[in-house]
């Protein structure tokens, strides 16, 4: 398994700004991912980072709002920008190995948006 | 289309008794199949998974789940529950030729003294 950090665990900030999370993992990973998990839900991804080059964003996320890097194989920042209440959750770190398929995931960073 | 459900939003059990929780799946093949546990402002730890071979697997803190193909099922179970076990649980999937999961909406797990 991975040891997965992020920083910070948790942050209130206000509507308009931008806040950025780091993750950091113990190995050197194949993947990495961001999801969102708002109050009360499941889980979503957000985006795969990837090493190097632009990260994979899914159905209803953009870079403009959420850009990510991922400048080695154990790192990676996601940045909510330009924040609004609505950005409220739990924004989780996860890692994967290719060849063995299993996922792990950080503590999470818990963001208020006031 | 494709979808992971949880049909059981919250349970309570007490604590002592056995426990089941369900979930099903719609997608064309059998997909990679996972239990994740998230207790209260932590992150995910994963329970279990099944990739293939024997449809019952053996998870951390005794849990236990079985896949059913002819159900398109994976319950997760344990024969007692314990106090520490409350919490979220989700069940997710890997499909093929992705690499993320996609989750359930979750079980919140309430035990009773």
């Known amino acids: 398994s991975a040891v997965i950090s992020q920083k910070p665990s948790r942050d209130i900030c206000q509507r308009g700004t931008s806040l950025t999370i780091q993750c950091q993992v113990d190995?050197?990973?194949?993947?990495m991912f961001w999801y969102r998990q708002q109050p009360g839900q499941s889980l979503t991804l957000i985006a795969t980072?990837?090493?190097?080059?632009?990260?994979?964003?899914e159905s209803g996320f953009v870079i403009d709002k959420f850009p990510i890097s991922r400048p080695n194989l154990t790192f990676s920042t996601l940045t909510v920008s330009n924040m609004s209440p609505e950005d409220s959750s739990i924004y989780l770190c996860s890692v994967a190995y290719r060849d063995t398929y299993e996922q792990y995931f950080g503590p999470g960073t818990r963001l208020t948006v006031t | 289309a494709q979808s992971v459900t949880q049909p059981d939003i919250h349970i309570t059990v007490s604590e002592g008794a056995s426990l089941e929780l369900r979930c099903n799946y719609s997608y064309g093949a059998t997909p990679y199949l996972f239990w994740y546990v998230q207790s209260p402002g932590q992150g995910l730890q994963l329970l279990l998974k099944?990739?293939?071979?024997?449809?019952l697997v053996q998870g951390i803190k005794g849990f236990e789940a079985e896949f059913k193909r002819s159900q398109s099922s994976f319950n997760l179970r344990k024969p007692s529950v314990h106090w520490s076990d409350a919490a979220e649980y989700f069940c997710a999937v890997r499909v093929t030729g992705a690499n993320n999961l996609f989750f359930g909406t979750g079980t919140r797990l309430t035990v009773i003294p």
């Open positions: 099944y990739f293939s071979g024997d449809t």
């Open positions: 190995s050197q990973v194949t993947m």
């Open positions: 980072a990837n090493q190097g080059s632009e990260a994979t964003y």
